[in-house]
């Protein structure tokens, strides 16, 4: 077992309060289970373990950018 949270969470070892949101090809999204600042706060992880943004494939780096376009309208919408 990893002791990666993230990693945890992907795999669905650790359940975030209502799941996964998103999922694209490269990336989820979820929310935090206690935010610091406003409802709505959460996390975009990458499918996969990654020690820093270098590693990144081009694909994975795209759809980031994609990702958090995405998240940030809908969060503005529901919140």
């Known amino acids: 077992m990893s002791a990666?949270?993230?990693?945890?969470?992907v795999a669905g070892e650790i359940l975030p309060p209502g799941g996964i949101?998103?999922?694209?090809e490269h990336w989820v999204?979820?929310?935090?289970?206690?935010p610091l600042l406003v409802s709505?706060?959460?996390f975009i992880l990458l499918k996969?373990?990654?020690e820093s943004m270098a590693e990144l494939s081009h694909a994975e780096a795209a759809e980031l950018g994609i990702?958090?376009?995405r998240v940030s309208?809908?969060?503005?919408?529901?919140v």
């Not at 990666?4 to 969470?9: D, E, F, M, Y």
């Not at 949101?21 to 694209?24: K, M, R, V």
């Not at 999204?29 to 206690?34: A, N, P, S, T, V």
């Open 21 to 24: 949101l998103y999922e694209g």
């Open 29 to 34: 999204f979820c929310l935090r289970e206690k």
């Open 40 to 42: 709505g706060q959460g």
């Open 67 to 69: 990702v958090m376009q």
């Open 48 to 50: 996969h373990h990654c």
């Open 4 to 9: 990666c949270i993230s990693c945890r969470t």
């Open 73 to 78: 309208t809908a969060l503005t919408e529901v």
